[in-house]
């Protein structure tokens, strides 16, 4: 059974940095391009960040470029998240996903262009 985990979410003061984790078992993913998604209450889920396979390709949402950095050890099947400079905004349930095709990115900014997704960890950031 594939299994997405997230951790390192916690509560933080504006300005802050949490570093998430994601680690993933029953299967590799180091063919797989992964993201981190986000939603806050009552609103909508917002891309983060998408890296490729490699980890040589990553992107951006508008509102944490600059901030935010994806990273990840395709050695222990992880994919990782700083947070850096951290606003009340930033405040939301953070989700792990993963691209079951190999070697494809596509809308990589898009929720349907991932096929498993962990079961989220909160951050909060009060001001």
């Known amino acids: 059974q594939v299994q997405l985990v997230e951790s390192g979410g916690g509560s933080v003061q504006a300005g802050g940095s949490l570093r998430l984790s994601c680690a993933a078992s029953?299967?590799?993913?180091?063919?797989?391009?992964m993201a981190w998604f986000r939603q806050a209450a009552g609103k909508e889920r917002e891309f983060v960040a998408a890296?490729?396979?490699?980890?040589?390709?990553?992107y951006y949402g508008d509102s944490v470029k600059g901030r935010f950095t994806i990273s990840r050890d395709n050695a222990k099947n992880t994919v990782y998240l700083q947070m850096n400079s951290l606003k009340p905004e930033d405040t939301a349930v953070y989700y792990c996903?993963?691209?079951?095709?190999?070697?494809?990115?596509?809308?990589?900014?898009?929720?349907?262009?991932?096929?498993?997704w962990g079961q989220g960890t909160q951050v909060t950031v009060s001001s």
């Open positions: 890296i490729s396979w490699s980890g040589s390709r990553t």
């Open positions: 996903a993963a691209d079951s095709r190999a070697y494809y990115l596509g809308a990589y900014y898009s929720g349907s262009n991932y096929d498993y």
């Open positions: 029953g299967r590799t993913f180091s063919q797989n391009a």
